[in-house]
């Protein structure tokens, strides 16, 4: 089983509607959890991160986060052309004194106009 | 604010040469430092990382290697590259903030090794 696995798409969404990213992970004692676009050809950007079981709302984006279910998703509302990318979910790992990112294969987005 | 710059922005070697790809962190002091690889749609791979002056840890043996010569500095070598070394090299920084380490990306270094 892979640490964290995302669908790898592609997610095909009209313009205007609501997109819906899914990543569930191995370990437990996860704490921190990240959501990464990563357009074409660029390197990743942070969008969003959380930490706390519930729902996290910045603009048009939400993470949700369920421990329990070890699961962690990002909505994205009134969907853009421009949120075209790959979404790379992450999650904070503490290990031989440091804290790294385990990441996932990323999810292809397209918004359809 | 803080700025990760990298450098060179592209590079094309052919398999046997050398290799330097250099990363610096402007506007912050102590940060943790991370190199990772992502091959042609592929995932990230993290290489090395590095939590102080001189502290280099690997994850992958492999003929690459890491140094940091100076607080915001860190550099990834080979002495001999590999047609396997193709791939676009990233560079990150964190520093914990309210118990999160946040990691932010630079702006990477894409590899071609003919």
């Known amino acids: 089983q892979k640490e964290v696995e995302q669908n790898s798409g592609p997610l095909s969404v009209p313009e205007g509607a609501i997109a819906s990213l899914n990543c569930t992970y191995s370990?437990?004692?996860?704490?921190?959890f990240f959501w990464y676009r990563q357009y074409s050809g660029k390197s990743p950007e942070l969008i969003m991160s959380?930490?706390?079981?519930g729902d996290k709302e910045d603009g048009r984006f939400t993470a949700q986060l369920n421990k329990a279910s070890q699961y962690v998703s990002l909505l994205i509302r009134d969907s853009q052309p421009s949120d075209s990318a790959t979404y790379l979910c992450?999650?904070?790992?503490?290990?031989?004194?440091?804290?790294?990112?385990?990441f996932g294969q990323g999810t292809r987005l397209t918004i359809n106009p | 604010s803080q700025t990760i710059h990298q450098w060179p922005a592209t590079l094309v070697q052919p398999v046997g040469s050398p290799l330097s790809l250099e990363c610096t962190v402007e506007?912050?002091?102590?940060?943790?430092l991370y190199w990772y690889r992502q091959a042609a749609g592929r995932g990230l791979q993290l290489l090395f990382y590095?939590?102080?002056?001189?502290?280099i840890s690997s994850e992958v043996p492999q003929n690459l290697s890491a140094s940091r010569p100076q607080d915001r500095q860190f550099i990834l070598s080979s002495k001999k590259l590999l047609l396997s070394d193709s791939g676009f090299y990233l560079c990150?920084?964190?520093?914990?903030?309210?118990?999160?380490?946040?990691?932010?990306f630079g702006p990477g270094t894409r590899l071609t090794v003919t």
């Open positions: 990150a920084w964190s520093v914990p903030s309210g118990g999160l380490y946040e990691q932010y």
């Open positions: 370990d437990r004692v996860s704490q921190s």
């Open positions: 959380i930490y706390s079981n």
């Open positions: 992450a999650v904070n790992k503490y290990l031989q004194g440091a804290q790294k990112l385990v």
């Open positions: 506007g912050t002091s102590n940060p943790n």
């Open positions: 590095s939590v102080g002056i001189g502290q």
